[in-house]
């Protein structure tokens, strides 16, 4: 398994942009699709972004579409998620996750797949 570290989380008002990082260690970081998930209080975690290892295909939750945007470096080891336009309703703890896979297309959108996680960043978007 690797280690997950997100940061970059914050307050910021609506309308405004963060950047979230995960830095992943412990293994071979271009052999790992990777995801960002929220859970917002009270509700189920769920899916916001996924990228392939290769960094070449990725795929995101209808309601992020053109608003966020995933990213890796895997010179850095690193996992990025550009976050335009905020809404309140994006206020959450995100969470970074990654899973090893042969499959170096693949954008796993399901929770359950990933074996690895970080500890989480809150995002607040405020009004």
């Known amino acids: 398994q690797v280690q997950l570290v997100e940061s970059g989380g914050g307050l910021v008002q609506i309308g405004g942009s963060l950047k979230l990082s995960c830095v992943v260690s412990g293994r071979t970081f271009n052999r790992y699709a990777m995801g960002w998930f929220r859970q917002a209080p009270g509700k189920e975690r769920e899916f916001v972004a996924g990228?392939?290892?290769?960094?070449?295909?990725?795929d995101y939750a209808d309601h992020v579409k053109g608003r966020f945007t995933i990213s890796r470096d895997n010179a850095k080891s690193t996992m990025y998620l550009q976050m335009n336009s905020l809404k309140p309703v994006d206020t959450a703890v995100y969470y970074c996750?990654?899973?090893?896979?042969?499959?170096?297309?693949?954008?796993?959108?399901?929770?359950?797949?990933?074996?690895?996680w970080g500890q989480g960043t809150q995002v607040t978007v405020s009004s």
């Open positions: 996750a990654a899973k090893r896979t042969s499959l170096g297309i693949i954008v796993i959108k399901e929770q359950q797949v990933y074996d690895s």
């Open positions: 990228i392939s290892w290769t960094g070449g295909f990725s």
